[in-house]
């Protein structure tokens, strides 16, 4: 595991987890990632979760399997399975997901797009019409 507690300036790539309670300016490529009380600015590609605490402010792209989020994000999200929001999250950016579970206190600026509904959807209106009214014309 990765843990970053001070500042850096730089990327971070680790096949591992990483945890961030610093600030960092750069992308992060990890296995799972958590901030607390951090600050990050750049991009998030992580393979399975991300947790965002409350104190925690990142402005950049996320892209993950999982997310849970209590912080502040400005950027698009790109979640495949599902994102959770608690009661402190604020998004400003487009979330792009699986599934999504907002908390009342949850705020979005941004559009949503639910993945698995739009498949759903499209079969609904995916059928044939059969105009054979017994009889000839």
């Known amino acids: 595991d990765v843990m970053l507690e001070g500042y850096i300036s730089g990327d971070v790539?680790?096949?591992?987890?990483?945890?961030?309670t610093g600030v960092q300016?750069?992308?992060?490529?990890?296995?799972r990632l958590a901030f607390t009380d951090a600050k990050h600015k750049g991009n998030v590609d992580v393979e399975e979760l991300v947790t965002?605490?409350?104190?925690?402010?990142?402005?950049?792209d996320i892209k993950?399997?999982?997310?849970?989020?209590?912080?502040?994000v400005k950027g698009n999200l790109d979640v495949e399975t599902e994102t959770?929001?608690?009661?402190?999250?604020?998004?400003?950016?487009?979330?792009?997901?699986?599934?999504?579970?907002?908390?009342?206190?949850?705020?979005?600026?941004g559009s949503i797009v639910?993945?698995?509904a739009m498949a759903e959807i499209e079969d609904d209106f995916d059928f044939d019409i059969d105009?054979?009214?017994?009889?000839?014309n």
């Open 64 to 72: 993950c399997n999982m997310l849970k989020i209590d912080g502040r």
């Open 13 to 20: 790539n680790t096949t591992h987890s990483f945890k961030s």
């Open 25 to 31: 300016v750069g992308k992060v490529k990890a296995n």
């Open 84 to 109: 959770l929001l608690l009661d402190n999250a604020c998004i400003v950016g487009n979330v792009a997901t699986g599934k999504i579970n907002p908390a009342p206190g949850a705020r979005i600026s």
């Open 52 to 60: 965002i605490n409350t104190n925690t402010v990142i402005v950049g």
């Open 114 to 116: 639910l993945r698995a």
């Open 131 to 136: 105009f054979d009214f017994g009889g000839e």
